[in-house]
């Protein structure tokens, strides 16, 4: 059952990557017709034309859907750490609970100041966590698939034994 939450989290962490390419698109292309409101060749007034909220709109709607994908992802790191037994699992598992927990942080703070902090700001370190979960997560789904395999064989020493040979 966990390999098939670790194949989620594979497909998640694509879909992902290409919703955050989205939504920094998105944001930037809303930031610059803010900017340049009054047209290419106007004047731009500070004071009388400050942004239509487009953008914040945007940022907020990204930043809710990050937090799904970050949530999914501290789900499949606690089922990681808590259903596979490998050492390798679960500094995986730890090491992907902390950046998730770095990430989404900096996601409230996002969603807390849409208008200060935007989308397009944090989206490249947002595609930078796809990969990364990404990888954990393929080797999340090799472990798993090892440790399914080792636990149907032996007794718990020599399967205990396996595991931790095929750990290192």
Same mark, same amino acid.
Request: proline content about 1%; hydrophobic content about 50%; charged content about 10%.
């Given at each position: ?28 292309? =809303?930031? +610059?017709?803010? $900017? @340049? ?7 731009? %007034? #500070? ?6 909220g487009i953008a914040e709109s945007l940022t907020e709607e =990204?930043? +809710?859907?990050? $937090? @799904? ?7 499949? %790191? #606690?089922?990681?750490l808590l259903k596979v037994k490998t050492s390798t699992a ?28 935007s989308f397009d700001e944090v989206g490249v370190g947002f ?42």
């Amino acid at each position: 059952m966990n390999r098939a939450f670790y194949i989620v989290g594979i497909v998640f962490s694509v879909i992902f990557f290409f919703v955050c390419g989205y939504y920094i698109a998105e944001v930037h292309d =809303a930031r +610059m017709m803010d $900017l @340049f409101a009054s047209g290419p060749y106007g004047s731009y %007034d #500070l004071y009388s034309s400050f942004g239509s909220g487009i953008a914040e709109s945007l940022t907020e709607e =990204a930043g +809710m859907v990050s $937090l @799904f994908f970050f949530l999914s992802f501290i789900t499949i %790191d #606690l089922l990681g750490l808590l259903k596979v037994k490998t050492s390798t699992a679960k500094v995986m598992s730890i090491i992907g609970l902390a950046i998730s927990g770095i990430f989404l942080l900096w996601n409230f703070a996002m969603l807390s100041s849409p208008g200060s902090l935007s989308f397009d700001e944090v989206g490249v370190g947002f595609l930078l966590y796809c990969f990364i979960m990404l990888a954990f997560t393929i080797v999340g789904l090799i472990q798993s698939v090892k440790y399914a395999k080792n636990q149907g064989q032996g007794t718990t020493a020599q399967v205990k034994e396996q595991v931790d040979v095929l750990d290192s």
